[in-house]
């Protein structure tokens, strides 16, 4: 296979030649059994920002090419810190800007955008055309709270895997649920009901992996959870890793190869010298003690209590 090294005869390419270039060094790595598993799966990239936004560029360079990009978000300049835009993006809508982005890597990938984003009304149609789904929805207002268990829902009632993230300070923590076998969302921990009684924070307690959750990170929620203008800090090279992360996963999910439900990488702490490392690790129960004190007796309740219990509240 002859080098294609300019964009004129990039653009002449068929669009199985072009694919052939496109995924040449994946060669060795990705058996060709799975490369074509990757160019048929339909993928379903809800939420086009931080983490949903990361995954589009590395899954189309790996070869998937047929996306559903769903977004109601427009970039604001805060945004460029870690979203994958540009100025002249801000204000335009991020699913429609990824969808350029695709275009831009492979002209011949098939991609269908959403400007409504995720909604009770679209989760099920938006779903049952896809193979996977990435789920980004941002979980800081209700309104996202509601789309993202809709997409969930959705995802339990067609039987479809799901890849989803949290960035949180350095960390980023990857899951893995997968609705094929699963039969309750979130494992159970929570359903739409719930947000009739549940705050934004303590609902996203109930969902969100805590456990992860690195001391930076409680310290800054336990000294700003009360603050009504506050806005969660987010790094990218949090967000980032999720673009990495969900490629590689979502290769292994469309060739039928198992993968870990929870999959957590801290830039920080790989990048820290031990005795800070183990001072974090000292620190953090304290840190989580803060929070849930910020959090209050009542929402911490809510928001750790088994469901049956949670109901009676």
Known sequence: MRDVTTEAEARALSADDFYRHLVARNRGLVPPEEQRAVRRSRILVAGCGSIGGAAVEPMVRIGFENLHLADSGTYELNNLNRQRAWVRDVGENKASVAARVVGEINPHARVTVTTEGITAANANPLVAGADLIVDGVDVTTMSGLRAKLALHEAALEHRRPLVTGWDLA????????????????????????????????????????MRAM?????????DNLHDSDYSVPQLPEAAWQFGSLACHMALRIVAGRPIPSRVGVDVHALTRPLRERVRDTVVRPVQYLRFVRALGLASTVRATAPRPLLRLS
């Open 170 to 209: 350095g960390m980023l923590c990857a899951e893995h649920i997968d609705y094929r076998r699963e039969r309750r969302i979130f494992g159970g921990a929570i359903t739409p009901a719930d947000l009739d009684r549940l705050s934004v924070w303590e609902a996203i307690v109930r969902i969100a992996p």
């Open 214 to 222: 690195p001391a930076e990170m409680l310290a800054e929620l336990a």
